[in-house]
């Protein structure tokens, strides 16, 4: 069955850096866009960033465009987002889903980011 | 961006009732949306995409409709399992958005 597993999430300071990572299985990981989609404590969704099966493409929010950074490893099944420069407005539950034409259709169940002094 | 907004923002239904969600996209997006259910403490779940295609495994009772920047989530007889968050996402164009949510809760 399809499986998507988040992790790196923890408290970091504000200015700080931190890298997670989203390991997926139980389908051809190299055919699919993964998506990371973020959702602050008590809030709704956001769509943070897109990277396409062969990593070739990438797209970012507006909030987290120049200081986010995505990236996938097909041989290791694991796609990772880069988050610098982290500002206490990024505290959230990060969560990466698999792509299903422009869809999300899988979801993990998400790590907690904690930016804070 | 494509703003997507929902309302309303909170329903408070019986079960058994009939609910409806309205979404609006602040341009054209042809049928490029999705709906997704979020119980609490739990990842979204996709019910439907391309405005009206049930995803396998959800019941019949929901079904969504629309084109162009109107679109509907109906529930036609609501179940205790369905009172939960309900967010509507346009895959027209990046950046992907999300409508604010509805939450449905229980009268």
């Known amino acids: 069955q399809v499986q998507l597993v988040e992790s790196g999430g923890g408290v970091v300071q504000p200015g700080r850096s931190l890298r997670l990572s989203c390991e997926a299985s139980g389908f051809p990981f190299n055919k699919y866009g993964i998506y990371w989609v973020r959702q602050a404590p008590g809030k709704g969704l956001e769509w943070v960033s897109l990277?396409?099966?062969?990593?070739?493409?990438?797209y970012y929010g507006n909030s987290v465009k120049g200081r986010f950074s995505i990236s996938r490893d097909n041989s290791k099944n694991t796609v990772y987002l880069q988050m610098d420069n982290l500002r206490p407005e990024d505290t959230a539950v990060y969560y990466c889903?698999?792509?299903?034409?422009?869809?999300?259709?899988?979801w993990g169940q998400g790590t907690l980011v904690t930016v804070s002094s | 961006d494509i703003q997507m907004t929902q309302s309303p923002s909170f329903v408070s239904a019986s079960v058994g009732d009939r609910v409806i969600i309205t979404c609006r996209a602040s341009?054209?997006?042809?049928?490029?949306l999705a709906w997704y259910q979020q119980r609490p403490g739990k990842a979204p779940k996709l019910l439907i995409s391309t405005t009206s295609n049930l995803e396998s495994g959800v019941p019949p009772r929901f079904s969504g409709s629309g084109s162009g920047t109107d679109f509907t989530l109906s529930i036609s007889s609501l179940q205790p399992e369905d009172f939960a968050t309900y967010y509507c996402q346009q895959a027209y164009d990046f950046p992907r958005t999300f409508g604010q949510g509805t939450k449905v809760e229980i009268k």
């Open positions: 990277i396409s099966y062969d990593g070739s493409n990438k």
């Open positions: 341009q054209d997006i042809d049928t490029w």
């Open positions: 889903a698999k792509d299903r034409g422009h869809f999300l259709d899988y």
